[in-house]
């Protein structure tokens, strides 16, 4: 513990870092939970309309996530982009709060709103940028710290603004709540964050950006991103088959899932400790095999469960599991492109959106076949298989590794 404190004591950037990303995801844990009910109940979006909505927003928020990101390492700034993104998303929310019409949400949700939501990797690229001199170990307890604010973010924030909402006969209440937390995430990143310290650019011609951007990636590291993908993709189906396996077979009530969503992200604050400690005694990619186990554990337990109560046991493993498949594969993602920390870690955008269309398709494929069960162990097997394939692909000589060749 005594490293955490002294990480923040004695680092500045990942102090204010942290703050803002904590500040941040307090602005997603206000409006996320209740954004479907806002958008399709509350101002009359048809179900498909909003699923379309949101496919464009998330790929929109990867688009500009890998562009900010790219751009960041190219003129080698990252404070001003992150004023750029961030100053977005109090106009994104403040607009569906000042006019809650139908185009107002979907103009802010795929326009600023995607743009303050690259805020997310833009920090945590900020931090790999700044803090490239740590050790291994050192690394490995600043990325867990930002994402543990996340996690802390989601479970203070969702009930409280629950029972704000309560009080309220509309629920648009929850975007003037972000706001003004994405208020404080810009005012963090104005006045707390230093200024960036050029290094000078490189002479000679410049590459184009889209030859140099298509430049970086190469076989081996697609693999990659699809394994992480793979892994991540158990949090989706997850997401999707908890709440229809607690109201379902295990004949639990509604309010069980907002407990068990507590109760999980609670361990995942816990047991990230344990995991940025972990690492220090084994490999990365062996550290998300046993998280990928754990979690299929978890997966098939639950599509077991007959009441409540199994449900609530095989949570403890998912906690445990979940903090690893949240944590460890930021700080693979953010080594995987040297040299290039901003591009690097928009792969956390990617990654987000991958891993969410291949769960959507995992679930989609078992329940046609055999039901909610079915796509559990499935998504739990998919996960497995992700990380044997980086376990396999980080094994192999170096001189086969592309990993190396990625950076210019």
């Not at 602005?27 to 464009?56: F, H, K, M, N, W």
């Not at 229809?244 to 816990?270: H, K, M, P, Q």
């Not at 990617?350 to 269309?357: K, P």
Request: glycine share 8%; charged share 10%; with cysteine.
């Amino acid at each position: 513990m005594t490293a955490w404190f002294s990480i923040l004591r004695d680092h500045a950037v990942v102090r204010t870092s942290a703050a803002a990303i904590f500040l941040y995801g307090f602005a997603g844990a206000a409006t996320s939970p209740y954004q479907a009910v806002i958008g399709i109940r509350e101002l009359g979006l048809s179900d498909l309309t909003y699923a379309l909505l949101s496919l464009v927003a998330a790929i929109a928020h990867v688009l500009i996530a890998v562009a900010s990101g790219y751009l960041s390492d190219r003129y080698q700034s990252y404070r001003l982009p992150l004023i750029l993104v961030s100053s977005f998303g109090m106009i994104g929310f403040g607009a569906i709060w000042l006019n809650p019409t139908p185009l107002t949400f979907a103009i802010a949700t795929v326009g600023p709103l995607a743009l303050f939501h690259a805020t997310n990797s833009l920090l945590f690229g900020n931090v790999r940028a700044k803090t490239d001199s740590f050790d291994p170990a050192e690394a490995a307890i600043a990325n867990a710290l930002m994402r543990m604010m996340v996690s802390l973010s989601w479970v203070l924030v969702p009930g409280i603004v629950g029972l704000i909402l309560a009080r309220h006969d509309s629920m648009i209440t929850a975007y003037l709540i972000a706001a003004v937390f994405a208020a404080g995430c810009l005012a963090t990143i104005l006045f707390g964050m230093e200024r960036d310290t050029r290094m000078p650019l490189p002479s000679g011609p410049r590459i184009a950006a889209l030859p140099d951007l298509i430049g970086v990636l190469s076989s081996g590291m697609i693999l990659r991103i699809a394994g992480v993908a793979l892994i991540t993709q158990v949090l989706t189906v997850n997401a999707t088959v908890l709440p229809l396996i607690v109201t379902g077979r295990a004949n639990g009530a509604a309010s069980d899932i907002g407990f068990l969503v507590g109760l999980v992200a609670l361990l995942e604050v816990i047991f990230m400790f344990f995991w940025a400690y972990a690492v220090r005694y084994m490999h990365l990619t062996t550290a998300l095999a046993v998280s990928a186990m754990l979690y299929l554990a978890y997966l098939s337990a639950i599509a077991m469960a007959t009441a409540p109560w199994h449900v609530y046991a095989a949570s403890v493993i998912a906690g445990i599991s979940a903090a690893g498949i949240i944590s460890l594969p930021i700080s693979y993602l953010l080594d995987l492109i040297r040299n290039r920390p901003g591009l690097s870690a928009s792969l956390i955008a990617v990654n987000m959106f991958l891993g969410a269309a291949l769960g959507s398709a995992v679930f989609a494929l078992g329940a046609a076949i055999s039901g909610y069960g079915l796509a559990s162990v499935l998504g739990g097997i998919a996960g497995v298989a992700g990380a044997a394939m980086l376990v396999y692909l980080d094994r192999r000589p170096q001189r086969d590794r592309p990993l190396e060749r990625a950076a210019p």
